[in-house]
Structures are given as C-alpha cells and as structure tokens.
C-alpha cells in the first residue's frame, strides 16, 4: 500500500489540499494540533476562483448552502457616503457557471469542509513536532513519540509553520505598525435600519476607513487600529459601529479579533519531500479577499502534480512547477495587490486593478485572471484589462464554458477535473483523425457541426452551437489548446488532424510531465 501524504494543519488550505487529494485518488492523513476547529472572527469572503476550486474537489455545493452569494462588491466614500465604480460579478457569466463571490465566516467554513472528507483523515489535537526525509518517503513524528510515514509532508500549519521552522527557512518582509479590527454584529440593516449597502462593501476614508460585510446570519465590519492603541472593548466597538453605520436599533457585538498586518513571505518553498504552504509559504494579511483565496490558488497548482507523480504519469521535476508559478502570484501580486488595496482605502492613490474596464476588473477582483508562468518564461500576471473578454493565452484560467456532448450539457471545466484535455477546434464533418491517448490526457474535438453517428467520432466530439466556446476563447480554426488539471492553458497550437506523422499536443504534454 502507498505511503499516503501527511498534511500538518487543519485550517482551510490543509483541508481543501486534502480533498484535492482524494479528489485524485491519493491517501491523505491530516494532523491538526488543536483540539477542534478554529473558532475565531476570521477571514469571511471566498472569491470566485477559490468557488471553483471547490467545485473541481466535489464540495462547492454544501459551501454554497452556508453562504451568502454577492454580485457586486460596493466601493463607497466613507466620508459622503457616494458609492464610487462597483466591481459587478455579473460581468463573468460568460467566464464561469459561478458569477458571484461568497461570504462565509472561516469558522463556520472550516466545519463544512471537515464533513465531506472520509472518517479517520483529520486528526485533531495531534502537533507535528519534526520529521526526517529519505529518498523515497518522509517520517512524520508527533507529539507523544509517534511517528508516521508518508510520500510527501505538506506543511499548512499557518504563520507561524513549526514545520518551516524545522526546514530552517528565511521569512522576508515586514509586519505593519497598524492592526486590524474585525467585529461581528448583531443588527438589522435591511429592515427595521435599512441601509441598502452592497452586501461586500469597502468605504474608503484617508482618516479611517472600513469594510462592511454581511454575513449569512450577522454583519461584520473591519477597521484599522492606529499603533499603541489599546485594543478596543464591546462598549467601544458597538459606539464605533454606530458611528460609521449611524444610529441604529438593538446593535449587539457577537465577537471580535484584532491581529497584525503581515506581508512576511518564506525564500524557498519546498525542501526535498516537504513543501509549504498557505500562509507558512506567505502570510499575507487580506485586504480584498487576497489571504485566504492566495493559499487557495496553492490548494489548486500542487495536489495534481503530487497525483501525476504518485500514479507514475510524471517524472519528479513537475513538483518544481509549484513554487515558480505561485511565489510571484503571491509575493507581487497578491502581495502587492493588497498593498494597493491599503493605499486606495486610505485615498492615498489609484490601483490598476481598478483600471481595467468592467469586465477586466471583475476577473481581477475574482481572482480568475491569474495567468501562471506555466512554461517558465517569466510571464504571469494577476490583473486583466478590458470592457469585454479577452481572448485566452498560455497560463491563462480556461474560461468555463458549456459545450454538449453526446449526453447533453458539458462544461469545459469538468473535462480537466482529473485529467489534462486538448480540447481541438476544427470540423468534424471532414472526419479528423485522433491520436491514440496517453496517461492523464484526453483529447476531444469541439465543433459547431455535431458529429454524425456513423462517424465514429461521437464520443470525441464536443458540439459547440454558435461557436460560443471557440469565440471566448478567441481561437482560429485548426487549433488545439492544452488545458491542465487546475484549469490553467498549457499550450496553445496550430494542428492539422490529416498528418498523423504529427502530435504537437503529444510533445507538449511530455515536456511537461518529462
């Protein structure tokens, strides 16, 4: 039986890596060393691109049940209270069947995704204490003296990672003299003191700023604590609240937490058969969603390479992928990004990814216009431009677009759920011809003419009406895009299906799993 791969740390990135996991077939044992789950005012706000994720795991349907879905993210001037240019998430119906993000508190979000992994993965109140690596499995060992064995240790024990400790390894960056204050309350903002906020709200203010949410069963408001204040008590809080929301009825304040701000990132990544990640690869305090949904991107680009590695499909080098396409996404993009987000809350500049145009600054705001450095060629972006869909290039996110198959309805997403697809735009009427497919790769061909049944293409073809998927995508005729496991373009090629001499999509998928 295979060693299974050990996850220290039970928070949301360990959890949905774990389902990853399993969602590929891989073992997984996680060690969280608490007790139980977190119960503190945490992060609330899951992004479009961490929905998806979710969905290729299997368990998006009961994290949406417990939250509140959102088309627009409100931008408001504290100070006037005049609502600035809201992001609108209606803009992405034609990037994705989620066109909206989500509020979820982190303590009720973690409960919903303990429940859908399998009895006996999550051991709770079990701390790793160290480990020792050979050549071919790492031994994990516990607090009490028990030690396990694994193929791999995946370290999601947060910022302050005993496993990165272990590793020995440098954390850059720097730590705010500013903190911040998140508060959740108990008020009617609907009804009886009707607002009419967007229910995702940033008020921007150079003196105070602050961010109003509503959660599924509470509102929740962020602010910042100047450095040397004394942390706020309940009375204080309720008059605050107050003070930015205006006189209200029955306010009660249900909890609260006041924690630093970080943009603190670790110099290298992985170390043999042990990787970091979430925030002990990068802690970095949300401002936009951007903490949480950064570890989740981490949560999409490893679990499949670990899978094609274990099931024999890939030699060891893709694991390298995982930290150069994610380190510069966290470190100078979200990073970065949140830094600009600060800087725009206080008025004290603009930030590009409010520049985009509509639909450009809703894929950046959703966190679905990462563009990874899949080829090593140093291109990767975070932020997207544009009044309308732009077409797909490498490293882009595929858009999820709904195609038929010979059963009815397909979207393009769950052709790569567990499998890298190349998905070949060209005419099924000429009857083209497909390679033979290899480990981990399907191949389909998307067409505008359905394939007849007598062409024996039927159960390859993908009807596209209108050429929807072709025209998002922005592809000519003749042409094949490589699509990997998370969703992202490897490669996109010109194909001519008369030369069986040639298979470019062939020699890609090998240079890409060696």
């Not at 058969?273 to 999409?300: C, E, K, Q, Y």
């Not at 992202?488 to 890409?512: E, F, G, M, N, Q």
Request: aromatic share 8%; glycine share 10%.
């Amino acid at each position: 039986m295979a060693d299974p791969v050990i996850i220290a740390g039970g928070g949301p990135v360990g959890l949905i890596t774990a389902l990853g996991l399993l969602h590929h077939g891989i073992d997984v044992v996680v060690f969280e060393e608490d007790d139980q789950l977190s119960l503190d005012t945490k992060a609330g706000t899951v992004l479009t691109r961490t929905i998806e994720v979710l969905h290729r795991y299997g368990v998006a349907e009961p994290v949406l049940a417990a939250s509140l879905r959102i088309d627009e993210i409100g931008d408001i001037d504290r100070a006037t209270g005049v609502s600035r240019t809201s992001v609108l998430t209606g803009e992405l119906v034609d990037d994705t069947r989620f066109p909206f993000v989500i509020n979820i508190p982190q303590h009720h979000l973690e409960p919903v995704l303990r429940d859908q992994l399998p009895p006996g993965t999550l051991h709770m109140g079990h701390r790793v204490t160290g480990f020792t690596q050979s050549s071919d499995h790492v031994l994990v060992h516990l607090e009490g003296g028990e030690s396990v064995r694994g193929s791999y240790l995946l370290a999601c024990d947060g910022g302050r990672s005993q496993v990165r400790e272990a590793l020995g390894v440098t954390v850059e960056g720097h730590t705010l003299p500013q903190r911040y204050v998140l508060v959740d309350l108990e008020v009617d903002l609907d009804v009886t003191n009707p607002r009419d906020y967007p229910y995702l709200a940033y008020f921007g203010d150079p003196s105070e700023w602050m961010v109003l949410v509503r959660q599924p069963h509470c509102w929740r408001f962020l602010f910042p604590l100047e450095p040397d204040a004394p942390e706020p008590g309940r009375d204080e809080l309720a008059a605050k609240a107050r003070r930015f929301i205006g006189d209200v009825d029955d306010l009660r304040v249900l909890g609260t937490n006041v924690y630093p701000v970080h943009h603190r990132v670790a110099d290298r990544w992985r170390d043999g058969r042990v990787f970091l990640m979430g925030d002990a690869a990068h802690l970095i305090t949300p401002m936009w969603a951007l903490g949480l949904n950064t570890g989740v991107l981490d949560a999409s680009n490893l679990p499949w390479r670990l899978a094609w590695v274990l099931r024999g499909w890939a030699d060891a080098s893709l694991l390298d992928g995982y930290e150069r396409e994610q380190s510069p996404v966290a470190v100078r993009g979200s990073g970065e990004m949140a830094e600009a987000a600060r800087a725009y809350m206080d008025r004290r500049g603009d930030v590009s990814a409010m520049d985009g145009g509509r639909w450009g600054v809703a894929v950046t705001r959703s966190l679905l216009g990462v563009s990874l450095d899949v080829d090593g060629s140093g291109d990767w972006s975070m932020i997207a431009a544009g009044d309308v869909p732009q077409p797909v290039r490498v490293g882009d996110r595929l858009p999820d677009v709904p195609v038929f198959g010979s059963g009815g309805q397909v979207w393009l997403h769950d052709l790569v759920r567990d499998s890298f697809a190349a998905l070949y735009f060209t005419d099924v009427r000429r009857k083209p011809v497909l390679a033979d497919g290899l480990p981990g790769l399907a191949r389909y061909l998307v067409s505008r003419w359905d394939a007849p049944l007598d062409s024996g293409l039927r159960d390859h073809a993908l009807f596209d009406p209108g050429e929807r998927a072709a025209r998002r995508l922005g592809v000519l005729p003749d042409t094949a895009v490589l699509v990997r496991p998370d969703g992202h373009v490897a490669a996109i090629l010109p194909v001519d299906l008369s030369d069986t001499t040639k298979d470019p999509i062939r020699d890609a998928y090998l240079r890409i799993t060696r």
